[in-house]
């Protein structure tokens, strides 16, 4: 499976932006998809998860009520719409994938946890 995200670019604080993340190679509802952002010199963190159908949804405490995950499994992709957008969000996104049919123990906060990457997406906001 490989994983194609984009959408990024430079926008102003306050504004909205929305990521993709298209899946090919293997079947997309086999998958569950979360988002990270990098800072330069940190470790990935987690910002959104859904799960293969998405009846489970997550979201870290710094992008709760702003950013909404969802997916169209007839087009393969998964989205992150991200609004009210602050400084802050600026960094480098990436999706990633992973085959579990669960959400136990909270794997899908920790990116070691998946099994394929797409290459990142660099989100940039101005204030």
């Known amino acids: 499976v490989q994983l194609q995200a984009s959408g990024g670019g430079l926008m102003q604080a306050g504004g909205s932006l929305r990521l993709s993340c298209a899946v090919s190679g293997d079947t997309f509802s086999n998958y569950g998809v979360g988002w990270f952002r990098q800072y330069p010199g940190k470790e990935r963190e987690f910002v959104a998860f859904i799960s293969r159908y998405g009846e489970y949804i997550y979201y870290s405490d710094s992008v709760k009520r702003r950013f909404t995950i969802s997916r169209d499994n007839a087009k393969n992709t998964v989205y992150l719409q991200m609004n009210s957008q602050k400084p802050e969000d600026t960094a480098l996104y990436y999706c990633?994938?992973?085959?579990?049919?669960?959400?136990?123990?909270?794997?899908?906060?920790?990116?070691?946890?998946?099994?394929?990457w797409g290459q990142g997406t660099q989100v940039t906001v101005s204030s």
């Open positions: 990633a994938a992973d085959d579990r049919p669960h959400t136990y123990s909270l794997w899908y906060r920790r990116p070691d946890e998946y099994i394929v």
